[in-house]
């Protein structure tokens, strides 16, 4: 199952458990979390068991640059319990950076699906 999340993503940010009242960052973060999660159960993505593959693209706007390694653990973070039980059973992830001319095109696509396990030679 596919979503687009509209808007730049944001990327996760280290908290301390004050931080996340009184931060910015932080309560942007928690903000988008919230937002991918509403997105993500409105599309009535189903929740997987077993091993998962997420596909994940950031569309991003400017010359701000943001880890990817952030990026996916926030979309990673968002999706825990609505399309799988916990990232832990994230086996496969790819994580891309898309520059796009203008803040309107700005976006996350996150796809999730069943991971299909390779055959060891």
Same mark, same amino acid.
């Given at each position: 199952?596919?979503?687009?999340?509209?808007?730049?993503?944001?990327?996760?940010?280290?908290?301390?458990?004050?931080?996340?009242?009184?931060?910015?960052?932080?309560?942007?973060?928690?903000?988008?979390?919230?937002? +991918?999660?509403?997105?993500?159960?409105?599309?009535?993505?189903?929740?997987?068991?077993?091993?998962?593959?997420?596909?994940?693209?950031?569309?991003?706007?400017?010359?701000?640059?943001?880890?990817?390694?952030?990026?996916?653990?926030?979309?990673?973070?968002?999706?825990?319990?609505?399309?799988?039980?916990?990232?832990?059973?994230?086996?496969?992830?790819?994580?891309?950076?898309?520059?796009?001319?203008?803040?309107?095109?700005?976006?996350?696509?996150?796809? +999730?699906?069943?991971?299909?396990?390779?055959?060891?030679?």
């Amino acid at each position: 199952m596919k979503i687009i999340v509209p808007g730049r993503p944001v990327p996760a940010v280290r908290m301390t458990q004050g931080s996340k009242y009184v931060d910015h960052q932080a309560e942007r973060y928690l903000e988008y979390k919230s937002h +991918v999660g509403w997105i993500a159960k409105k599309a009535r993505m189903t929740r997987l068991t077993g091993d998962v593959e997420v596909i994940a693209i950031a569309y991003l706007f400017g010359k701000r640059e943001i880890d990817a390694d952030n990026l996916a653990k926030s979309m990673l973070d968002s999706l825990n319990g609505i399309a799988y039980v916990d990232d832990r059973q994230v086996r496969k992830l790819t994580i891309e950076k898309v520059k796009v001319a203008t803040k309107e095109e700005q976006r996350a696509e996150i796809e +999730v699906k069943q991971f299909a396990m390779r055959e060891s030679v």
